[in-house]
C-alpha cells in the first residue's frame, strides 16, 4: 500500500501564490508518476500537472506558465507551486501517484485551494 498526505492548501487571493505537497510513503517502486489534480464544485476531477521519476512533465493548458511541479525522489514528495492564482483555480487539490506500469493508483485526501477575487 502507498499513503499520500497533502499539505498547503488555503485561502488566497487573485494574484497570489500558494504551495502544493505531497508526501507518499509506503510501498513505492523506482519508476512512478506523480499527478495532482482538481475537482471544483459540479465539476469532473481534471488532470492539472504531472511528473515522472524521470522529470518529465505536462501541464493542463488552463495552468501552463502559471504552475510547477517538481518532485524530491529521494524523499518521495511533489510540489505544486501555484501562481498567478485565479478564481478559476479554486478547488479540491488531490495528488496522485501511479506505478505498476498504470496499474496502481492512489490518491491523497485532497487539499482546498480557495482564491478570492
Known amino acids: 500500500q502507498v499513503q499520500l498526505v497533502e499539505s498547503g492548501g488555503g485561502l488566497v487571493q487573485a494574484g497570489g501564490s500558494l504551495g502544493l505537497s505531497c508526501a507518499a510513503s509506503?510501498?513505492?517502486?523506482?519508476?512512478?508518476?506523480m499527478r495532482w489534480h482538481r475537482q471544483a464544485p459540479g465539476n469532473q476531477r481534471e488532470l492539472v500537472a504531472s511528473i515522472t521519476s524521470g522529470g518529465t512533465t505536462y501541464y493542463a493548458d488552463s495552468v501552463k506558465g502559471r504552475f510547477t511541479i517538481s518532485r524530491d525522489n529521494a524523499k518521495n514528495t511533489v510540489l505544486l507551486q501555484m501562481n498567478s492564482l485565479k478564481s478559476e483555480d479554486t478547488a479540491v487539490y488531490y495528488c496522485?501517484?501511479?506505478?505498476?506500469?498504470?496499474?496502481?493508483?492512489?490518491w491523497g485526501q485532497g487539499t482546498q485551494v480557495t482564491v478570492s477575487s
Open positions: 496522485n501517484l501511479v506505478q505498476g506500469l498504470g496499474r496502481l493508483s492512489y
Open positions: 509506503g510501498n513505492i517502486v523506482t519508476t512512478n508518476t
